[in-house]
């Protein structure tokens, strides 16, 4: 599956963004998605994943209430909804699937755990 993220730029902080990831290939529905992020001389770090089906979701603590991830399979896209930004949450986002299998409990917050990634887009948040 091929991945294309958009939607990034410049937010004062406590504003809003959404972040896209558009996707091809028929199986889009078979796929656990993903975003992470990264920001200057940091390790890549998880942010949200979703299952196939979108019914369940999975949040990083530091955005847990603030960033919302979903899908809709029909148009083959998954979003982030980006609410109350700050300027910790400045970094390069990118989109991830890889196909499900059971590997315990973090298993999906790992980069490792992903095939498939986008080129990233570019989130900077002013104080």
């Known amino acids: 599956v091929q991945l294309q993220a958009s939607g990034g730029g410049l937010v004062q902080a406590g504003g809003s963004l959404r972040l896209s990831c558009a996707a091809s290939?028929?199986?889009?529905?078979?796929?656990?998605m993903g975003w992470f992020r990264q920001a200057p001389g940091k390790e890549r770090e998880f942010v949200a994943r979703t299952s196939g089906s979108g019914g369940f979701t999975e949040y990083a603590d530091s955005v847990k209430g603030r960033f919302t991830i979903s899908r809709d399979n029909d148009k083959i896209i998954m979003y982030l909804q980006m609410n109350s930004l700050k300027p910790e949450d400045t970094a390069v986002y990118y989109c991830?699937?890889?196909?499900?299998?059971?590997?315990?409990?973090?298993?999906?917050?790992?980069?490792?755990?992903?095939?498939?990634w986008g080129q990233g887009t570019q989130v900077t948040v002013s104080s």
């Open positions: 991830a699937a890889t196909t499900p299998v059971y590997g315990g409990t973090y298993y999906y917050t790992r980069a490792l755990s992903y095939d498939y």
């Open positions: 290939g028929r199986t889009f529905s078979t796929y656990v």
